[in-house]
T-cell receptor, first 114, second 114 residues
Framework: KAGVTQTPRYLIKTRGQQVTLSCSPI?????VSWYQQTPGQGLQFLFE???????NKGNFPGRFSGRQFSNSRSEMNVSTLELGDSALYLC?????????????FGNGTRLTVT | GQQLNQSPQSMFIQEGEDVSMNCTSS?????WLWYKQEPGEGPVLLIA?????ELTSNGRLTAQFGITRKDSFLNISASIPSDVGIYFC??????????????FGKGTKLTVNP
C-alpha cells in the first residue's frame, strides 16, 4: 500500500512569489491535514480537509490556503512568499471512518524562500 | 493555545541503554500519539494511545496515556543505533466536528553511541 506522496520534494522560490504543493493521501484515506515544520516552532497545524471541505484551520495568515479534490488529493498554496515561510511542509492523511484515527505523514516538501 | 511540554530536548546514550521521554500539558487530550522522524523523512507513527491509563507496547517501545489525560511517556528498551532520530509526542484535542488537529511537542532528539 503506497504511503502519503508529496510533490515536489524540494522547492526554491523568491520572496513575493507563490507556490503550490501537492499531496496524494493513502488510498482510502479521506482526511488530509497540512503541517508546517520549522526548527524554531516545531510542527504547526495549518488546516485539515475532509470530503473536499476545510474542517479546521490553524493560526496562519490568509496567504496560506488549501483545497481537496473529489479523489481526496489535496493542494496547499502560499501566496506572496516571505522569508519566514521557509520550512518543511508535511501532509498527513487518515482514514476517518469514525472517531479519531492516527495521521500518517508524507516525507514533506522542503520550501526555501530567498 | 494548547501546548505540549516534551522533555528532555535531547539525549545521548550508549547502545543497550534504556530511554525514557515524556510529554505534559495543562490541557486534556483524547488521544496521545508518539512519532519518530529521521532526517529527510516525515514523522512515522510508533504508538497510538486512546484511553486514560492505557499502556501499549510495540516491540522495544512502551508508551502510556496518563490517568489525568494530560501526560504521556515513551520508553525504549535496549537501544540500538537505528533508534536515532527525533521523537515527537502529539495530543489530539476533543473532536470538534470530527477535526483531526494534533498538537505536537517540540521533540526529543536521540543519539545512540555504538
Amino acid at each position: 500500500k503506497a504511503g502519503v506522496t508529496q510533490t515536489p520534494r524540494y522547492l526554491i522560490k523568491t520572496r513575493g512569489q507563490q507556490v503550490t504543493l501537492s499531496c496524494s493521501p493513502i488510498s482510502g484515506h479521506r482526511s488530509v491535514s497540512w503541517y508546517q515544520q520549522t526548527p524554531g516552532q516545531g510542527l504547526q497545524f495549518l488546516f485539515e480537509y475532509f470530503s473536499e471541505t476545510q474542517r479546521n484551520k490553524g493560526n496562519f495568515p490568509g496567504r496560506f490556503s488549501g483545497r481537496q479534490f473529489s479523489n481526496s488529493r489535496s493542494e496547499m498554496n502560499v501566496s506572496t512568499l516571505e522569508l519566514g515561510d521557509s520550512a518543511l511542509y508535511l501532509c498527513a492523511s487518515s482514514v476517518k471512518d469514525m472517531g479519531f484515527t492516527p495521521l500518517h505523514f508524507g516525507n514533506g516538501t522542503r520550501l526555501t524562500v530567498t | 493555545g494548547q501546548q505540549l511540554n516534551q522533555s528532555p530536548q535531547s539525549m545521548f546514550i550508549q547502545e543497550g541503554e534504556d530511554v525514557s521521554m515524556n510529554c505534559t500539558s495543562s490541557s486534556i487530550f483524547n488521544t496521545w500519539l508518539w512519532y519518530k522522524q529521521e532526517p529527510g523523512e516525515g514523522p512515522v507513527l510508533l504508538i497510538a494511545l486512546y484511553k486514560a491509563g492505557e499502556l501499549t507496547s510495540n516491540g522495544r517501545l512502551t508508551a502510556q496515556f496518563g490517568i489525568t489525560r494530560k501526560d504521556s511517556f515513551l520508553n525504549i528498551s535496549a537501544s540500538i543505533p537505528s533508534d536515532v532520530g527525533i521523537y515527537f509526542c502529539a495530543g489530539q484535542l476533543k473532536a470538534q466536528g470530527g477535526s483531526e488537529k494534533l498538537v505536537f511537542g517540540k521533540g526529543t532528539k536521540l543519539t545512540v553511541n555504538p
